[in-house]
C-alpha cells in the first residue's frame, strides 16, 4: 500500500496511532499560512485534538505524485467551523516516512 493510501486510510479511520507511525522521528511541519514550525510531538497533540472532532472531515484526496523521496497530494477538507479548504500537501520521505511536510490551502465557498 502505498504511503498516500496509508494515509488516506488513518485519516478515514481516525486512527492518530497509525497516522503518527507514518511520520519520521525527525518529523517537522510548516503551517502555509504563518510559518511556523512543529515537532512530530507538537504535531501529535494537534492531531489528537483534529481527528477527536467529528466536524474536521478529509471529504477526499487524491495523490498528485509519489516516489521514495516525495509524496504530493491534494485533498478538500472540512473544519469545525464549516469552513471549507482545498489543501496542497508536499511532504519530504525518509527511510518510508515523512520526514518533513508543508501545506498550501484555498479557502472554498
Not at 512543529?38 to 472531515?57: C, L
Not at 498528485?64 to 508536499?90: G, K, T
Request: hydrophobic letters at 40%; aromatic letters at 8%.
Amino acid at each position: 500500500m502505498s504511503l498516500h493510501d496509508k494515509l488516506n486510510q488513518s485519516m478515514s479511520d481516525r486512527n492518530v496511532d497509525d497516522y503518527l507511525d507514518l511520520l519520521h522521528k525527525d518529523f517537522e511541519v510548516t503551517f502555509h499560512k504563518s510559518g511556523d514550525t512543529f515537532s512530530k510531538t507538537e504535531w501529535a497533540s494537534m492531531v489528537t485534538g483534529m481527528m477527536g472532532n467529528e466536524k474536521f472531515i478529509q471529504e477526499s484526496s487524491r495523490c498528485i505524485y509519489e516516489n521514495d523521496d516525495v509524496l504530493v497530494r491534494h485533498a478538500f477538507m472540512s473544519y469545525p467551523d464549516d469552513s471549507r479548504e482545498a489543501v496542497m500537501m508536499v511532504a519530504m520521505l525518509k527511510d518510508g516516512k515523512i520526514i518533513s511536510m508543508e501545506t498550501g490551502a484555498t479557502a472554498l465557498d
